[in-house]
């Protein structure tokens, strides 16, 4: 069974929240939506992808709603891709900034997209086990 752990509040650093299907995937991102305005992101790690060495995760996946303009980003990292972002046309901004637990991160501009995209994509992330989503498009940034 595929399964995702989430961090996106500050009491998930001990015990994040495990996402283990589509409708697991929407009530996070509706979770987001609706939560305070500075936990607008999550910290996703496939748990069907191996661990480095280490012991941590061989990538991360972060998403973050922006519920004004109904968008959001992802951003994958790993040693195969590198940081790559979903390639959006919705902001504005030079940066886009979002909060994870209350610390903001920011990412480049134009990494927006519809919020259904990112529903769509985690998704796509959740099902295959961890992989790349290819339902969206996807950039990089000389900023990352």
Known sequence: MTSLDAYYRREH????VVIASPEAVDELIDDLMSGPVDHNLAQLHSL????????YPDHEVMVGVSR????GIIAFMDGDVGNIFTGGRLGNEAETAYFLAGHPMEYPQDCEVPILFVREALKEFLLTGGKV???VE????DLW
């Open 68 to 71: 004004d303009r109904n968008a």
């Open 48 to 55: 069907d992808r191996p661990l480095l060495p280490s012991g």
């Open 13 to 16: 650093a001990r015990e994040p």
């Open 133 to 135: 989503p290819t339902c």
């Open 138 to 141: 996807w950039k990089t940034s």
